[in-house]
């Protein structure tokens, strides 16, 4: 059980070590941030290679999903908005996306205290095995154009004038697509897509090395991402996802130079083990590095909104509680922000400047991997009139018994 005296003496020996007004900028910076819930992982996920396992509690249409995101922000404060997808949030048929419908999700959200965020145009779902915007199918291109336009009209008029896309697109064989095609597909149907969406919607572009195609992706990488954008223009950028990569990839350095460039840019939260983005946010050191840079680029809570990047999590796991997983993500990225913010970027230069290697790199660790901010967190949460730890006070609320058998 967490006591007031752990508390303080917790934060005692981090003003000790770190200063008190560093550590009072940490506990500000936990209350203020906030991160997007998928709508994605509220749904009902299961079957295939996990066999008739279901997530406990899954919800079955759009307003359970909504229910299940107003707990979780009640428990957190940091999770008011939520993306959605076109085609599994606001479409009758699957195929084709309504705005009406956006609409009504809209007023239902606001309903439990929550709004629309990132809203994602869905082009992985039927009629996209051979491709999307990268189709040499004249239709199928111009129909997922017309979802894009429709993503951008839904951002600018009820959600927070953000898309999010992400292309399904590549082949499994070589021969089977001209890549430098695919390729120039992508960029006409973008340009296309841009020219029509109102400018202050920023449009974010997902890579992926790899899935669905195992030879070829069309957008397999940030760099790709990056040039698409360029090339479209606009307020065009790119959007990380920790699990989108290679094993071994500096993620921290790529959003590192995404800043330094000043391209637009996103990050989807999630932990990758083997080869996607499915598991929950864990407070390691690469998502402390990470934070490391964004707040060092002044990305999060810049006085200049167009330096501040789209923060949102992407986890979707079969095999776990979802709202435990969402709610420990978002208490990892919170631990996360926190060491960040204790890091003295002055003294860590000045010991780059005078080329101590191993000294930069302990000061920087002191921070990033040993310091313990939990009572960073306690006492943003205390402020905020919120649980300390939000994934225990779920367990006790009983809300989980509620949806589970009604749901199956």
Known sequence: MVTKRMIKSGLDALNQEFGERRVRAAIAAVKKFQVEMPSWVFGKFGGGRFGDYMPPGPALSIEQKLDDAAVVNKLTGATSRIATQILWDFSADGMTGSYRIAKRVKEQALKRGLDLGAINPTYFLRGSHRGSLSSDDAETRERYIEQTLLGGKIAKRLGN???????????????????QRAYENVVACMKEARAKIPRDVRMLIEYKVFEPGTYSTTIPDWGAAAQIARQVGGNTGVLVDLGHHYHGTNIEQIVGMLIAAGVPSGFHFNTRYAADDDHAVEPNPT?????????????????????????????????????????????????????AMLLDSRQLQRYQDKDEIILANRFANNALLLANVRPILWQARIEKDLPLDPVQAYVESGYQKKIDSPRR
């Not at 004038?161 to 890549?179: F, H, N, T, V």
């Not at 167009?306 to 420990?328: G, P, T």
């Open 161 to 179: 004038k953000l898309l999010a896309l992400w292309l399904p697109d590549g082949s499994g064989y070589p021969g089977q697509r001209e890549l």
């Open 287 to 339: 998502m402390a590095r990470i934070f490391y840079e964004l707040v060092k680029g002044d990305a999060i809570f810049s006085r200049d909104k167009k330096r501040n990047w789209a923060y949102m999590i992407d986890q979707c796991s079969s095999r776990e509680n979802r709202i435990h997983a969402l709610i420990h993500s978002v208490d990892s990225l919170q631990v996360s922000l926190a060491r």
